[in-house]
């Protein structure tokens, strides 16, 4: 399995977004193009990039019933993204739909991750707004295992649940996760963070790198650094 670094191209226009991938004239950075870009520039901003050459992780954490996000996950396959994403909230249902509509004729399809508690969700609003009265960790760990049954790929996750989630899941189920920062870096509004090396450490599959990259005086190069701290 590859493990990579993407970055979070979170740009509002295709000309910043085009502005950014032109600075890279050797690699071919793996991206994740969010909600924010694809609603303002549609269907044809993942075209581009991906004529360019770049992979492509469309994080658009699809979550409706199941015919409806199979019926979207079949369009999303045939624009050929790399990976894209769901809510595991939506059921196991949901999740096989999903695969279902992704998967092309010739049994090819982009990798599934699913999304499990988003880390903006907190103990006590999961208890007195969803109704789920049990510890955010287990909740985690059971939609990754609902997850896996399914058949997605693997979960988005913070690096700190990367090592219990591949202990529950196994070797090979993904684990993308945001929130790395280099050890001398800024960690801005990230709470929970680890560095490239911890990232690797813990069995991180993918890292999703933002700001460090996108908003450093030298985007080429900290791309490079987190490179060699992750992988190389
Ligand atoms: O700029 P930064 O490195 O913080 O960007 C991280 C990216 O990962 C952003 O696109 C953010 O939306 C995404 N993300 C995250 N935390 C999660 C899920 C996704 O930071 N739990």
Known sequence: ????VIIACDFSSK????EFLDLFTEEKPFVKIGMELYYSEGPEIVKEIKKRGHKIF??????DIPITVKKSMAVLSRLDVDMCNLHAAGTVAMMEAAIEGLTREDGTRPLLIAVTQLTSTS????EKELLIPVPIDEVVMHYAHNSKLAGLDGVVCSPLEAGLVHEICGDDFI????GVRFADGNVGDQVRVMTPEQAKEVGSDYIVVGRPITAADDPV????????????
């Not at 000309?15 to 085009?18: E, F, G, N």
């Open 123 to 126: 103990q006590e609003r999961m």
């Open 175 to 178: 684990t993308v996760t945001p």
């Open 221 to 232: 190069a900290a791309y490079k650094r987190f490179i060699s701290e992750f992988i190389g």
């Open 15 to 18: 000309k910043a977004v085009m």
């Open 58 to 63: 469309l994080d658009l954490k699809l979550h």
């Open 1 to 4: 399995m590859g493990k990579d």
